[in-house]
C-alpha cells in the first residue's frame, strides 16, 4: 500500500518503488521488529547507479542505487536498559521521509545536494571560488560549504550569536569549519557572507526571516570569518612551528596535548590538523587528544555540578512540590517550609547564622530568570513554630518549577514544616521592576533607531541599573543614543498602562508578541502589553505604568563579542543618584575653573585655545635649542672611511629629550650633512636612542636599525627599525655614553663591510 501511495503522489513508474524483504527482496508493509511493527521503501535509482560488483543488490551492498525513501515505524515499546520492553503510554508513528531526499528523487538528483535546496548555493560557491562543482569526491568542499552556510543562516537569524557555549558554539564551530575548506578551493579571504544571500534566495516563502534578517546575518557571519581568519593565521603558525622542532628533534608524532591546544584555543578541528600533519609526515597522537579532550569535560562537569549545588541546583527534590508563585498580585504571604538544603544535602533543621537553602509551598519572591535577578527580602516564623528570622539574598529556580530560596538564619531555628510570612524588599523590588519595564521600551526603542534587524542578545535587570544586549554589527552614534533615549522617556511621561495577561503561544505570535530564542515557552504564555509601544512574551514582574520608571537614562554603549552591541541604563532611583553625581562634579569642577556650571565648556574652550597656544611656542622653542645642539654636533662630527667615500656621523646626548625630541634634532642634523649619520641619546628617567642615515647611505647597505641594536644590546637593552631611521629605549641612564659609542662604532663596521 505504501508503495502504491508512492506510485500516485510521486508520479513514479511502479517497478522502480519497490520494499525491502527479507526472502524475495521485495515487500511493502508488515516486517515486525524488537519494539514493533515497521517497514521500509527503497528507490531504485536505475542500474546507471550500480556499483558493479557481482553481489551487488538489495542488503547486499552499499552502493548508491537503492535510496531508502521511508523507514515507517510503529513506535510500541520503550526498551529499557536491561533490554526489557514496556509499553509506552503514547505509541506513535514515525518514518525518515525527508524533505530533501524526497526532492532528491523528485528531481531526479543522485543525493540531497542535487536539489534546487543546495545548488543555487553551490553556485555561488563555484562564483566566487572560480571552480566547477564536481558531484564525486573532489566536490565535496562544496558540498559541505553549502550546507554549513545555510545551517549558520538560520541559526544567527533565530538570534543565535557565535560564542564559547551552547548553541553559539555550534555555530562558530560549523562557520569556522566551512571557512576551512574554502581555503581548499582558494578561498583565503572571508566569503561565507557572501553565499548568504543565495540562502535567502533558496529558502524564500518558507523562511522570509531569511530575507528580513540579511543584513544582520551577513554581519554577524563576517565578523565572525574574519574574527576567525586572525585566529587561523596564528594556529596554523602554531602548528607548522611544531612539525618543524619536531621533526628537528628526529621524531615524527605531534602530542595529543598539541592537537587539543589547536581545538581548544584556535578552534582547529581534529580532522584539520591531521590532514596538515600527514602532508608534513606527520602523526598525531589522536589517543592523547582524546584524554585531553575528556579531562576538559570532566573539569566542565565538574564546575557545572559545583556551581548549580551553589545555587540550589542538584537538589534532591524528588518528592517536593512545584512552587506556586504570587509575586503577580502581592509582596508579602504566608507560607509553609517544605525542605532545607545546606551543601546540597536536605537537613531537617538549621540553627542561628547558618545558610541554607530554602523551599517554599508558596512565595512572593520572584526567582532569577529571563534577566531580572531574583527578590530578597525576610522570612518570620510564627512565634509559635520559633519566631525564626531568615534573610533571603536572592531567589533561584531548581527545576521542576520549585523556588529556592538562599537564606542565612539571622534569630533562632528553623525546621521544615514551619509557617513563615514571606516578606520581599519592595523597595528593592520596585527598582527591579522599572528596569525590566524600561528594558521593554528600551527594546522598541532601538529597532525603531537602528532598524528591526535589531534582536535581543541578552539582558539583565537589576535593582541598581538594566544592561541590554543587542545584534548589530556597527556602534550606535551618539544622536541615535540621543534619539533612543528621547522615545523612551516620551513612553515614560505618555503615561502607558502595563497590561499582562496569558495567552496560546500561537495566538500571541499572531498578536506579533516578541519572543527571545533559546526560552522555552509552553502552550500558555504570559504577554505584557505597554500600549501600542510594546508587546513581548515575558515571565518577569513589572510596573502598573510607565510613568512609575520616573526617567531614563542611557550610561553608555559598546560592543562586547561578534555583532553583539551592549547599552547600560538607569531608571528611577538610580537615574536620580547618577544625575546627583554629575551635578556633583560639575559644581567641583566650576570651583575649580572659578565659574558657574554653564559656563564650564566656554571656560575649557578658552583654556584649550591657551594650552595649543602654548603648545606651538614649546615646540618653536625645542626647535630653536635643536638648531643650536645641532651646529655644536656638526662641528664635532666624526670621519668615516668606506669603499664608496668618507662620510660624517653627528652624535650627542640630549638631557631630558623624549623620542620627538630627538626625531626634530636628527632632522636637522641629518639635512645639513648632506651626507652622513646621527647618533643621539635622550639622557631622563629612561634613555631614548635614535639613528638617522641620510639616503645615499641607505642604498650604500647602512642600516640604522642595526645600529640601534647594537646601541641597546650596550645599555643592555633591545631594539631595532628601519634602515634610514630607528629608536629604542633602556632603562640603564648610567651607560648612555657607553651606548652612544656603540652605535657610532656600529656604523663604522658597516661602512668598512
Same mark, same amino acid.
Given at each position: 500500500?505504501?508503495?502504491?501511495?508512492?506510485?500516485?503522489?510521486?508520479?513514479?513508474?511502479?517497478?522502480?518503488?519497490?520494499?525491502?524483504?527479507?526472502?524475495?527482496?521485495?515487500?511493502?508493509?508488515?516486517?515486525?521488529?524488537?519494539?514493533?511493527?515497521?517497514?521500509?521503501?527503497?528507490?531504485?535509482?536505475?542500474?546507471?547507479?550500480?556499483?558493479?560488483?557481482?553481489?551487488?543488490?538489495?542488503?547486499?551492498?552499499?552502493?548508491?542505487?537503492?535510496?531508502?525513501?521511508?523507514?515507517?515505524?510503529?513506535?510500541?515499546?520503550?526498551?529499557?536498559?536491561?533490554?526489557?520492553?514496556?509499553?509506552?503510554?503514547?505509541?506513535?508513528?514515525?518514518?525518515?521521509?525527508?524533505l530533501e531526499r524526497v526532492c532528491s528523487i523528485l528531481q531526479g538528483g543522485s543525493s540531497n545536494y542535487d536539489t534546487d535546496l543546495f545548488l543555487p548555493i553551490i553556485a555561488a560557491v563555484e562564483h566566487l571560488s572560480g571552480r566547477t562543482y564536481d558531484r564525486g569526491e573532489a566536490g565535496f568542499p562544496f558540498r559541505v560549504i553549502a550546507d554549513h552556510v545555510r545551517a549558520c543562516a538560520f541559526l544567527v537569524a533565530d538570534g543565535v550569536l557565535p560564542s564559547n557555549e551552547h548553541r553559539g558554539y555550534v555555530l562558530r564551530r560549523i562557520l569556522r569549519r566551512a571557512a576551512l575548506f574554502g581555503r581548499r578551493l582558494g578561498l583565503e579571504r572571508p566569503f561565507l557572507w557572501q553565499l548568504c544571500p543565495a540562502v535567502a534566495q533558496a529558502m524564500d516563502g518558507a523562511y522570509p526571516e531569511l530575507q528580513e534578517r540579511a543584513a544582520a546575518i551577513e554581519q554577524v557571519v563576517r565578523a565572525e570569518e574574519e574574527r576567525f581568519a586572525e585566529t587561523l593565521e596564528g594556529g596554523l603558525e602554531l602548528l607548522q612551528r611544531t612539525i618543524e622542532e619536531t621533526r628537528a628533534a628526529g621524531g615524527r608524532h605531534l602530542s595529543g596535548a598539541t592537537a587539543f591546544r589547536l581545538y581548544d584555543?584556535?578552534?582547529?578541528?581534529?580532522?584539520?590538523?591531521l590532514d596538515v600533519a600527514e602532508e608534513s609526515?606527520?602523526?598525531?597522537?589522536?589517543? #592523547?587528544? +582524546?584524554?585531553?579532550?575528556? !579531562?576538559?569535560?570532566?573539569? &566542565?562537569?565538574?564546575?557545572?555540578? /559545583? *556551581?548549580?549545588?551553589?545555587?540550589?541546583?542538584?537538589?534532591?527534590?524528588?518528592?517536593?512540590?512545584?512552587?506556586?508563585?504570587? #509575586?503577580? +498580585?502581592?509582596?508579602?504571604? !504566608?507560607?509553609?517550609?517544605? &525542605?532545607?538544603?545546606?551543601?546540597? /544535602? *536536605?537537613?531537617?533543621?538549621?540553627?542561628?547564622?547558618?545558610?541554607?537553602?530554602?523551599?517554599?509551598?508558596?512565595?512572593?519572591?520572584?526567582? +532569577?530568570?529571563?534577566?531580572?535577578?531574583?527578590?530578597?527580602?525576610?522570612?518570620?516564623?510564627?512565634? /509559635?513554630?520559633?519566631?525564626?528570622?531568615?534573610e533571603i539574598s536572592d531567589t533561584r529556580r531548581a527545576g521542576r518549577g520549585v523556588s529556592v530560596h538562599l537564606a542565612r538564619v539571622r534569630r533562632g531555628a528553623v525546621h521544615p514544616g514551619a509557617t513563615v510570612r514571606a516578606e520581599v524588599d519592595a523597595s528593592r523590588h520596585l527598582d527591579v521592576a522599572r528596569n525590566h519595564t524600561a528594558t521593554h521600551l528600551l527594546h522598541r526603542a532601538l529597532r525603531e533607531v537602528l532598524g528591526h534587524s535589531v534582536h535581543q542578545a541578552g539582558s539583565l535587570v537589576a535593582p541598581g541599573r538594566l544592561r541590554f544586549d543587542f545584534t548589530s554589527e556597527r556602534p550606535v552614534t551618539r544622536a541615535e543614543l540621543a534619539r533612543v533615549e528621547e522615545l523612551v522617556n516620551a513612553q515614560v511621561l505618555a503615561p502607558v498602562p502595563v497590561q499582562w495577561f496569558v495567552t496560546a503561544l500561537d495566538d500571541a505570535r499572531r498578536m506579533g508578541a516578541m519572543a527571545l530564542f533559546g526560552e522555552k515557552y509552553g502552550e500558555r504564555v504570559r504577554v505584557v502589553r505597554m500600549g501600542d509601544w510594546s508587546l513581548e512574551l515575558c515571565g518577569g514582574t513589572h510596573l502598573e505604568n510607565t510613568s512609575e520608571v520616573g526617567l531614563f537614562h542611557l550610561l553608555s554603549e559598546g560592543g562586547i563579542g561578534s555583532g553583539v552591541r551592549r547599552v547600560e541604563a538607569v531608571t528611577g532611583r538610580g537615574a536620580l543618584a547618577w544625575l546627583g553625581g554629575v551635578r556633583q562634579e560639575?559644581?567641583?569642577?566650576?570651583?575649580?575653573?572659578r565659574v558657574r556650571p554653564d559656563e564650564i565648556a566656554q571656560r575649557v574652550q578658552d583654556l584649550n585655545t591657551r594650552l595649543q597656544r602654548a603648545e606651538r611656542a614649546l615646540v618653536d622653542l625645542q626647535r630653536q635649542q635643536a638648531l643650536a645642539q645641532a651646529d655644536t654636533m656638526l662641528r664635532s662630527a666624526a670621519e668615516v672611511p668606506s669603499a664608496a667615500g668618507t662620510f660624517r656621523v653627528a652624535s650627542g646626548v640630549v638631557q631630558g629629550a623624549g623620542v620627538e625630541e630627538l626625531r626634530v634634532l636628527a632632522d636637522e642634523v641629518r639635512a645639513r650633512l648632506g651626507s652622513g649619520g646621527v647618533v643621539l641619546a635622550g639622557a631622563g628617567e629612561r634613555v631614548q636612542l635614535l639613528c638617522a642615515l641620510t639616503p645615499d647611505l641607505v642604498q650604500r647597505g647602512l642600516h640604522a636599525g642595526r645600529a640601534v641594536a647594537a646601541a641597546a644590546a650596550a645599555a643592555g637593552g633591545r631594539g631595532g627599525g628601519r634602515p634610514d631611521l630607528a629608536h629604542a629605549g633602556v632603562a640603564d641612564a648610567s651607560v648612555v655614553q657607553v651606548a652612544l659609542d656603540a652605535g657610532v662604532a656600529a656604523l663604522r663596521q658597516q661602512a668598512q663591510a
Open positions: 500500500e505504501a508503495a502504491r501511495i508512492w506510485q500516485e503522489v510521486a508520479g513514479l513508474a511502479p517497478e522502480r518503488v519497490v520494499g525491502l524483504g527479507e526472502e524475495d527482496n521485495f515487500w511493502a508493509m508488515g516486517d515486525t521488529g524488537p519494539c514493533g511493527p515497521c517497514s521500509e521503501i527503497l528507490y531504485d535509482r536505475g542500474p546507471e547507479h550500480r556499483c558493479g560488483a557481482g553481489t551487488c543488490g538489495i542488503g547486499q551492498c552499499d552502493c548508491d542505487r537503492w535510496l531508502e525513501i521511508w523507514n515507517l515505524v510503529f513506535m510500541q515499546f520503550n526498551r529499557d536498559a536491561a533490554g526489557e520492553l514496556s509499553p509506552l503510554p503514547r505509541p506513535s508513528i514515525d518514518t525518515g521521509m525527508g584555543t584556535y578552534g582547529f578541528p581534529l580532522d584539520l590538523t609526515g606527520m602523526i598525531v597522537d589522536q589517543p #592523547g587528544f +582524546e584524554r585531553a579532550l575528556e !579531562e576538559q569535560r570532566r573539569r &566542565a562537569r565538574q564546575d557545572r555540578r /559545583e *556551581r548549580s549545588r551553589g545555587q540550589g541546583g542538584a537538589l534532591d527534590l524528588e518528592e517536593v512540590p512545584a512552587t506556586t508563585f504570587l #509575586g503577580y +498580585e502581592t509582596l508579602a504571604a !504566608e507560607a509553609e517550609i517544605l &525542605a532545607l538544603f545546606a551543601a546540597g /544535602e *536536605r537537613r531537617p533543621n538549621a540553627a542561628e547564622g547558618e545558610e541554607v537553602l530554602v523551599v517554599l509551598d508558596r512565595t512572593p519572591f520572584y526567582a +532569577e530568570g529571563g534577566g531580572q535577578v531574583g527578590d530578597t527580602g525576610w522570612l518570620r516564623v510564627r512565634p /509559635e513554630d520559633g519566631g525564626a528570622v531568615l560639575l559644581e567641583a569642577a566650576a570651583d575649580v575653573l
